[in-house]
């Protein structure tokens, strides 16, 4: 009885934080603020907003229309096409945090992660309807369609700023500033990570070709 109660309690918190991120889209001052301090933010409702993000990414390919999207799928790969977003997203998150650390940020790894989730939301919430929209759309309407698109993407980035800021508790200034310098940071680790992996695949290269000239003379 007891664990039905407490499981219960859990979908409806869950249920709670996820609602809260309408709050955080349109009163990003205090929701962001709320989110982290008063706690009103979940890892569940944060990951549910992401996946949600993606899954609408992959989906508009598919529904939106060929008036404003065109889809090559003999070279589309859609996990590339994930990653192209995901992998990004995971790195501001990590080099947000890593920066902030250094100059008094109050954000923990978490809090950042959750809130630069939360940030997402304009993103499903414009792109479903006007993906659907899309297919009614003429050619000289479709800048209707792009106009829209872009505000999602503006939007959100608007509300991650704001989330950063909120959270570290940095004046206006100070945030847009580790913001350019995360984005800077963003670069640093792809080039490393470059750097890292092409090492790896001259390794992986080299031992191969070694064991087939040693084949080769057995």
């Not at 800048?143 to 505000?151: R, S």
Request: charged share 15%; proline share 2%; glycine share 6%.
């Amino acid at each position: 009885m007891f664990a039905s109660l407490r499981k219960k309690e859990t979908w409806v918190r869950y249920l709670k934080s996820l609602k809260f991120a309408l709050y955080c889209m349109t009163h990003p001052m205090d929701g962001y603020w709320d989110l982290t301090h008063e706690k009103r933010g979940t890892m569940a409702a944060a990951n549910t907003i992401l996946i949600l993000t993606l899954l609408t990414r992959v989906i508009k390919l598919k529904y939106t229309g060929f008036v404003v999207l065109i889809v090559n799928w003999e070279e589309l790969n859609i996990i590339t096409y994930i990653l192209s977003v995901l992998f990004p997203l995971l790195l501001f998150v990590i080099g947000n945090w890593a920066l902030t650390t250094l100059f008094d940020g109050k954000g923990r790894l978490g809090q950042v992660y959750m809130a630069t989730c939360y940030g997402l939301v304009p993103y499903p919430l414009i792109q479903i309807p006007i993906m659907f929209v899309s297919n009614f759309l003429t050619v000289e309407e479709s800048a209707i369609y792009g106009m829209l698109d872009v505000i999602s993407l503006i939007y959100a980035a608007i509300l991650i700023i704001v989330a950063m800021g909120q959270i570290h508790e940095y004046s206006g200034g100070k945030n847009i500033l580790f913001t350019v310098a995360t984005l800077f940071a963003i670069l640093v680790m792809v080039f490393i990570l470059m750097i890292f992996f092409g090492m790896i695949s001259q390794g992986v290269a080299y031992f191969i070709s070694l064991g087939r000239e040693l084949l080769f003379r057995l």
